[in-house]
């Protein structure tokens, strides 16, 4: 007579791994790893550091351009006055 098959033995079932239920205070639309509170840098601050540095960044070149401007200025009227006199 044949042995009977081994009874399979199935793991547990266990639930999906689901977002948490919305608090009063968050809202449903967020992921789970975004839901917590302090976790990284306000968006604010970040927007405000990149807009100070791009200002700086076009001020400083600004400050090139025109002293570079003034400098050709300077030598092409001192020519022009030695030209002048000879």
């Keep these: 007579m044949p042995t009977p098959p081994?009874?399979?033995v199935l793991p547990p079932v266990k639930p999906p791994n689901l977002p948490?239920?919305?608090e009063e205070n968050h809202t449903t639309l967020m992921s789970p790893a975004g839901m917590e509170e302090g976790d990284g840098t306000d968006w604010a601050v970040v927007l405000?550091?990149?807009l100070v540095a791009e200002i700086g960044l076009l001020w400083g070149a600004a400050c090139i351009v025109l002293t570079r401007r003034?400098?050709?200025?300077s030598r092409a009227e001192s020519r022009a006055e030695r030209d002048r006199t000879g």
């Design 70 to 73: 003034r400098a050709a200025l």
């Design 48 to 50: 405000a550091v990149a």
């Design 20 to 22: 948490p239920v919305a």
């Design 6 to 8: 081994a009874p399979v």
